[in-house]
């Protein structure tokens, strides 16, 4: 299960708050993410490249058609991430 986990570091100008995602294998159509900011569950409903970057198309559950946003697909150590988001299944295996 994928969780970001947010560290405190204090420098002179005050706290600066560092971002660490665990991520997954890959990003797969069906798949449901959270929205960090809010809780929201969002559907992975395409998964596209454009030139060296790929992206990520969620919808939100249960919203309407306004709410659908693209995600840029972040290539960590570990995986792959969504930025501001967190993996929501309990095993990423379809």
Known sequence: MLVPQAAW???????I???SYLSVPS???GQLWKLTETGD??????VYS??????????K???GE?????VKV??????????????AQESDAF
């Open 74 to 87: 972040e290539k960590v150590t570990s995986g792959i991430a969504l930025a501001g988001f967190t993996f």
């Open 41 to 46: 569950t969002w559907l992975v409903t395409k």
């Open 9 to 15: 570091f204090w420098a002179a100008s005050g706290a």
């Open 17 to 19: 708050e560092r971002w």
């Open 61 to 63: 559950v249960g919203g």
């Open 27 to 29: 990003i797969q159509l």
């Open 66 to 70: 306004g709410d659908v946003r693209r």
């Open 50 to 59: 454009e030139v060296f970057t790929s992206y990520a198309v969620l919808r």
